[in-house]
């Protein structure tokens, strides 16, 4: 996405001397304004390649991400963690992860990297670890590069057991320009961020417990 926890991953990628092939997903989000973001920060970040899928979910809805649901705000992490969020957008990660793993088959590419955190939102459960144990086995069980292949199908989630604070802390150590990064669900037209949604809250969180300041507005 063009969030922090994306830009963070894609750049450990390739600190660790990866070529990235970067995908997003036009998903019928309503934050859609995160893709123009994710654009310009593949380029900058020099992935080889940024494809943007279109599948819309939003004929599905059942999120406050994909349907004329009011995203909620204010909320403390008591509230936050009470429940599964409503900003949980239906088995998303294993249809993203299904993506990825068609676009790896093709580029013969043996690792998957996916930005989840498991710590802040500890309610979504398609960010869990258990989760990306399970993916990883089927990913090898469900391809031909997985049953022929000498190299297993690898899922590198660096980032599932960091605070905001220190994926922040990271990205600064790798010299990444987080003012490109777009965290708001629900941001106005100008792209501008809303300040008061969980994700705003969590990354304001971040850059004061990380003793910073974010750069963007
Ligand atoms: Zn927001």
Do not use: W
Request: aromatic share 8%; proline share 4%; charged share 25%.
């Amino acid at each position: 996405s063009g969030g922090l926890d994306s830009t963070t991953t894609l750049a450990i990628a390739k600190n660790q001397g990866f070529e990235v092939y970067a995908l997003s997903f036009d998903y019928g989000q309503r934050h859609r304004v995160e893709l123009e973001r994710a654009k310009i920060i593949a380029q900058k970040l020099e992935a080889l390649d940024h494809k943007i899928m279109t599948i819309d979910l939003s004929q599905f809805g059942g999120s406050t991400l994909t349907d004329s649901i009011d995203v909620p705000t204010n909320r403390d992490e008591e509230e936050m963690s009470l429940e599964i969020p409503i900003t949980y957008v239906p088995a998303r990660n294993t249809i993203f992860l299904s993506f990825c793993l068609a676009y790896a088959e093709v580029k013969k590419a043996g690792n998957i990297f996916l930005g989840v955190n498991a710590v802040d939102y500890s309610g979504y459960p398609d960010c869990r670890p258990e989760f990306i144990a399970a993916f990883e086995i089927l990913a090898n069980l469900a391809t031909k590069v997985g049953v022929e292949g000498k190299e297993k199908l690898k899922i590198h989630t660096p980032l599932i057991q960091l605070t905001k604070a220190d994926i922040i802390r990271r990205d600064i150590e790798l010299g990444v320009d987080y003012s490109l990064t777009l965290s708001c669900y629900n941001p106005r037209e100008e792209g501008t961020t809303c300040g008061v949604c969980d994700s705003c809250l969590l990354r304001l969180k971040g850059f004061s417990q990380a003793g910073l300041k974010d750069p963007i507005e």
